[in-house]
Every structure is written in structure tokens, then in C-alpha cells.
Nanobody, 125 residues
Framework: QVRLVESGGGSVQPGGSLRLSCATS????????MGWFRQPQGKEREFVAH????????NYADVAKGRFTISRDNRRNMLYLEMNDLKPEDTAIYYC??????????????????WGQGTQVTVSS
């Protein structure tokens, strides 16, 4: 049974930082690329970051470049997202996802077959 459990969300002031974690189980973690997505209230889910199974290649949405860092620890089956210089527009539920398909773009939602429950990130003054 695949399980993805996010943690680390919370409230922070603009310019602050948060580190999200995703604990995984039920599959060979090192064999799968992983991603982070977010969904602001009232909006569609959007791609944030992607990391290859071996951790060597990373991809980011434009809004995340230079501020967010995706990483993984394959010995502990853990995925992370470090977020710096947070802005109010970063407010959303953040989801950890397992990439189970290969199409054309790393940010396509339909490439990810398993999702966590999400963790809320709120950035406000």
C-alpha cells in the first residue's frame, strides 16, 4: 500500500522559510521520480517541483526557481521541499506525489498516480 504523508506546513510571514517533508512507504522509493504540487484556495492544482529517482536532475516551476529546493533521501524514503523568501501568493495546500507515468512534461498532473493528503502553507503579514 503506497503511502505519502506530508508535514511541515504552517503559517509564516512574507520573506520567511519553511521545509516540507514527505514520508513515503509501500514502494521502492529510489525507483520513482517525485514531485511537489500546490493548490491555492479556489484554484487548480499546479506544479511546483520535480526530482528524478536518483536525485540528480531537478525541475522547477518558474515561480519556484531561485526560492525553492527539492531534495530526497533515498535511504530514509523521504522527500523534501525547502521554501525560502515566501510570498503571500505561495499560500496553498502543498502535495507530495509519486510519478508513475512518463509523457512529455514533468509538471503534468496525470503523470503522477499517488498523492499525499496535503499540508497547508499560509504566508501572510
Amino acid at each position: 500500500q503506497v503511502r505519502l504523508v506530508e508535514s511541515g506546513g504552517g503559517s509564516v510571514q512574507p520573506g520567511g522559510s519553511l521545509r516540507l517533508s514527505c514520508a513515503t512507504s509501500g514502494f521502492a522509493f529510489y525507483n520513482y521520480a517525485m514531485g511537489w504540487f500546490r493548490q491555492p484556495q479556489g484554484k487548480e492544482r499546479e506544479f511546483v517541483a520535480h526530482i528524478r529517482g536518483d536525485g540528480r536532475t531537478k525541475n522547477y516551476a518558474d515561480v519556484a526557481k531561485g526560492r525553492f529546493t527539492i531534495s530526497r533521501d533515498n535511504r530514509r524514503n523521504m522527500l523534501y521541499l525547502e521554501m525560502n523568501d515566501l510570498k503571500p501568493e505561495d499560500t496553498a495546500i502543498y502535495y507530495c506525489a509519486r510519478k508513475t507515468r512518463e509523457f512529455y512534461e514533468v509538471g503534468r498532473i496525470d503523470e503522477y498516480g499517488d498523492w499525499g493528503q496535503g499540508t497547508q502553507v499560509t504566508v501572510s503579514s
